[in-house]
């Protein structure tokens, strides 16, 4: 059995190996010679699985990324010829939530607002913006829902249209990349939408880059538009539109996803598709694998409120640091891609137990994600 992995799955060696041989590539560069007489794929959102890719695939069988969306799947292709494929749905949502909180805990503190006080919507309320939603309203936020293509299919009640949603102060995208049917996402914020946007609002993406119509929003912020923005994805990755950059409160290289958990979660949730397929027992778990984090326990010796909890959350992971990195270093060839394979390690905040022996006022803190 010969498995190609991304080279930037965390522990697919130590998982796939139970299988057979486990040959890390880099996920941007592997070709259809790389895939003569391999039985299995496993890639993430880097690599385009399609005709070209699989040209010379004679014995491929299954093909699993670690990511959420499959849009770099070409899913007819795959069951035209029989390859079992498989993703890792709401794999990495803990760790968007917890990005997309630290991220507006940053901005509170900036601008002295407190997010109980600000109308917010969720635009894409799937695994992870469901994760989203969670940790606002631990903060005290009302919460508005949005996201059509759900109401649609599932009769919802109690959400609001886009255009409702826009009008919000704090606006956090969670949308997938969809290309097909009546409601496809590509440019889903074009130049007239984005200008409609309040002058101090807030507009955060961690979804998909091309959900917004990027140059659109360049042009809009260069012509003197207030938003404040928080960007984690791009248009054209790995090389997005530099000058955007500038523009951008909180810009970081689509790693919002990229918590050690989180990776691993979707490394480990493809490893049981794929044992499933096999038929033999998925024995190994990345809780026995991942490492103890440097701060695991803290004792609270106040009730909770938006300061303490800011100060637990960037202990944890203050986004401020990938932002500086990233801006530190994107002007250089392939810095994008060079990041987020050597990704400084972040855990999520479920690594910090919180010891509340004196018994005092913090459920909103477990609420956002904190262990007992």
Known sequence: MKIVVDENM?????????????????????????????????????????????????????????????DHLDQALLQQRNITYTNAPGCNAVSVGDYVCSALLVLAEQQSFTLADKSIAVIGVGNTGAQTVSRLTALGAEVML???????????????????????????????????GSHQTKHLLTAELLAGIAQDAILVNSGRGDVIDNQALLELKQAGHGMTLVLDVWENEPTPLLDLILYAAIATPHIAGYSLEGKARGTEMIYQAYAQLLGQQADRSISDILPVPAVSRIDVNQNAD???????????????????????SIMKAGSFDEMRKNYLERREFSSLRLVNESHYAVESLYQLGFAK
């Open 306 to 328: 938006q300061t303490f909890a800011k100060s637990l959350v960037h202990l944890v992971y203050d986004v401020r640091r990938d932002d500086a990195i990233f801006r530190k």
């Open 146 to 180: 949005c996201d059509p293509p759900r109401v649609e299919k599932e009769d919802l009640t109690g959400f609001v249209s886009l255009e409702q949603a826009l009008q919000a102060d704090i606006i956090c995208l969670h949308v997938p990349l969809v290309k097909t």
């Open 10 to 70: 965390p522990y697919a060696i130590e998982l796939f190996s139970q299988f057979g041989e486990v040959v890390p590539l880099s996920g941007r560069t592997i070709c259809a010679e790389d895939l003569q007489d391999v039985d299995a794929l496993m890639v993430r959102s880097v690599t385009q699985v399609n005709a070209a890719l699989l040209s010379q695939a004679n014995k491929l069988a299954f093909v699993g990324t670690a990511t959420i969306g499959i």
